[in-house]
């Protein structure tokens, strides 16, 4: 009885991703310390934060390819990091990435990157599987350019057809890793919609790792500013701009100075000048 | 379309590689006796077997027979042992048939040389296990030659 | 000072150790992992035209012209014997004790080995083997074990190409150049030849030489830092590591093949 009431819990919580207490470091250096941050069913929820602070690290972290030193990632109400290599496999089924580079398969065309992962998972026959591809291609709007090469495509393309992809199984989460980095102003609006639309039409829920802050403010249903290991700010976009911390107000209006100094950490200028007197 | 020419190209390929061992196998290499061909053994004892070696052939009549098996050297009157492996084919050597030791010309390798004896009612055929009784030694440079300068004297 | 070196000894064995370790288990999880025949066998296929058919003309190439060489070279020095009837064993043997697996298998690291290296460095760097992985597509299975299985088939195949090249290349240089009679070149060659001895061992190291190449260049790719230099070094190492490995491992066998 009580195994169902939780059963019952973990499937009607509106939480998708808890991460709780992480820790994580790159060899010697530490990334996070004792971070928390929720992410709600059906909504996009925008993790910023300068280059550099491992955001991507975080979206690794969240699939279960990299492992926490310490805390928790609860995904579904089941933890990731606990994981055995089959149950992690099975979950990321349903769980999606967009990579920063697309990471299309190079030796295939855009057709078969969108169909590799329903050949994979499912024993649909050809023709279904066209119907489907088409229908994801259609949705991104890369219809005409199934029979292209990886190759032969361009930066925004590109991530569309890797977005067309990632929704092939119609997965539960999707994550965006710097979905607008390196983008003309015309594709990136070509994704900031598509990334609203898809959440929206498929029920999916969102997490947009980026800098780039209008298009962040103007999608996300919520934000956590992540700068030097710890969340230092959350909240709607609206709470957001209204938020009392120096740092975040740096941060989202892109001063060159501020609570986040100008210049990398060194000894004091005059005395490194002095010394080569 | 693509994916048939690959298999076409990679069939070829799998054909190519058969066709080079078959060369290897059947024009290249001789099948001989080892392991495979149905063979019994003979052994044969020696005074000196001068350059023979396993896998030396055995012949007669110029005719390869069969192939050295091992040659160990008897421990109590310090002679070699001559195993010999023997096609099944040729299987009614005389009792009083002889083995000598001989060269393909005169660098070449050495061989065993079988000469047939003679067979009547008293004389048994050799079987799996005997030994062979007629025997001459291999033919060494050295003592021949320090044979005729004695016998000149 | 002394200190410091010994444990610059003891960081790089482990190091070492570790990456051997890491090469171990990557190798088993491609070669144990349970093959899915539906799924594998286009891939294999795929793998083999690449790393086999494309390897094809190299093979045939070089195995012409060392055959040709060993042709020329063993004539002008048997000829002062009176012995050109040996020609037939030398080239033969030599080809296929040894020129054939270890020329082969050089070639193969380079022409192969490198490319293999160099394509999963790109894979990696491009971040197509994490995507997989998020697609819950091992890219041990997909990716490594049909490259790993398509070397180990393909090399054998490309020696045993590469052998019989060389004894037609001997034949051409031997017999219709420098006049060496025909049937003395087979005939001695097939009473000196042994099927077991000679062909099978050859085979046999020539497999072997396969595992360690391909082991080593698709371990350097998968283990390639995901840059442009950390590419170029993988793929660098790719053929130095292999083809040091092959000698070493060449020695090792003949010694057990040929030496006792």
Redesign the interface.
């Known amino acids: 009885m009580q195994a169902r009431e939780q059963w019952m819990e973990r499937i009607l919580s509106d939480l998708m991703v808890d991460i709780q207490n992480l820790t994580f470091s790159r060899g010697e250096r530490l990334i996070y310390d004792g971070m928390s941050m929720q992410v709600k069913r059906g909504q996009v929820t925008a993790i910023m934060g300068p280059s550099g602070i491992g955001k991507t690290t975080l979206l690794k972290l969240i699939g279960g390819q990299l492992k926490p030193e310490r805390g928790d990632i609860l995904y579904q109400g089941r933890s990731i990091p606990k994981m055995s290599r089959a149950e992690l496999y099975q979950t990321r089924k349903s769980m999606s990435m967009l990579f920063q580079s697309g990471a299309l398969f190079s030796e295939m065309t855009v057709f078969d990157n969108v169909a590799f992962p329903i050949r994979e998972h499912t024993k649909l026959p050809e023709t279904l599987i066209r119907t489907m591809v088409l229908m994801k291609l259609e949705a991104v709007g890369l219809r005409g350019a199934r029979d292209l090469m990886p190759s032969e495509l361009s930066g925004g393309m590109a991530r569309r057809a890797a977005l067309a992809r990632a929704i092939a199984l119609d997965p539960q989460l999707i994550m965006y890793d710097e979905p607008f980095a390196g983008q003309d102003p015309i594709s990136m609006g070509i994704v900031v919609k598509l990334i609203r639309e898809l959440n929206n039409a498929l029920g999916l829920t969102s997490i947009v790792v980026s800098h780039d802050v209008p298009e962040v403010m103007s999608i996300a249903d919520y934000v956590y500013v992540v700068a030097e290991k710890h969340v230092i700010g959350e909240g709607t976009p609206e709470q957001l701009r209204q938020h009392a911390s120096p740092l975040v107000q740096q941060f989202l209006k892109g001063e060159a100075d501020g609570a986040v100094p100008f210049h990398f950490k060194a000894a004091p200028y005059a005395d490194e000048l002095m010394e080569l007197l | 379309m693509n994916t048939r020419k690959i298999e076409i190209a990679v069939g070829c390929f799998v054909a190519i590689a058969i066709g080079a061992f078959l060369i290897l196998a059947l024009k290249v290499a001789n099948t001989g006796f080892a392991g495979s061909g149905e063979t019994y053994t003979l052994y044969a004892d020696f005074e000196n077997i001068g350059g023979l070696k396993a896998r030396s052939p055995i012949k007669v009549g110029g005719v390869v027979v069969g192939r050295v098996a091992s040659i160990e050297l008897d421990k109590t009157y310090y002679t070699p042992r001559v195993r010999l492996e023997i096609s099944k084919q040729y299987d009614n050597f005389p009792e009083t048939s002889s083995v000598v030791i001989l060269t393909s010309g005169l660098l070449g390798e050495q061989y065993l040389g079988i000469q047939p004896g003679f067979i009547d009612e008293t004389v048994h055929i050799l079987q799996d296990g005997d030994v062979i009784e007629d025997t001459r030694s291999a033919m060494v440079l050295e003592e021949l030659i320090g044979q005729f300068l004695f016998n000149r004297n | 000072m002394f200190v410091n070196r010994l444990q610059r000894l003891g960081a790089d064995t482990i190091q070492t150790v570790a990456g051997l370790g890491r090469a171990t288990l990557m190798l088993i999880g491609a070669v144990f992992g349970k093959p899915d025949v539906r799924?594998g066998f286009?891939l294999l296929?795929?793998q083999?035209?690449v790393v086999?058919?494309l390897s094809?003309l190299i093979i045939v190439v070089s195995g012409l012209f060392i055959g040709m060489v060993l042709g020329l070279q063993g004539y002008t020095v048997l000829v002062k014997?009176g012995?050109e009837g040996m020609l037939g064993p030398l080239v033969?043997l030599s080809l296929?004790r040894e020129l054939g697996p270890v020329v082969t298998a050089l070639l193969f690291a380079g022409r192969a080995g490198s490319a293999l290296t160099a394509e999963i460095g790109?894979?990696k760097a491009?971040?197509?083997i994490?995507?997989?992985?998020?697609?819950?597509?091992?890219p041990l299975r997909?990716i490594i074990a049909p490259r790993f299985w398509a070397g180990v088939i393909?090399m054998p195949?490309?020696a045993?190409?590469f052998?019989?090249?060389g004894?037609l290349g001997g034949h051409l240089v031997g017999v219709d150049w420098l006049g060496v009679d025909a049937g003395s070149y087979?005939s001695a060659?097939?009473?000196n030849?042994?099927?077991?001895?000679?062909?099978f061992n050859g085979i046999i190291k020539s497999i072997v030489f396969a595992f360690v190449v391909m082991a080593i260049a698709l371990h350097k790719g998968f283990d390639a830092v995901p840059t442009s230099e950390g590419i170029a070094k993988a793929t660098t190492e790719t053929v130095v590591t292999a083809s040091l490995a092959v000698l070493a491992f060449d020695f090792v066998l003949t010694a057990l093949m040929f030496g006792g």
Do not use: C, H, N
């Open positions: 799924k286009p296929i795929k083999l035209y086999g058919v094809l014997f012995a033969a296929l790109l894979m491009t971040e197509q994490s995507s997989m992985e998020m697609m819950a597509v091992d997909r393909s195949l490309l045993v190409v052998t019989a090249v004894i087979w060659m097939q009473a030849v042994d099927l077991y001895q000679d062909v």
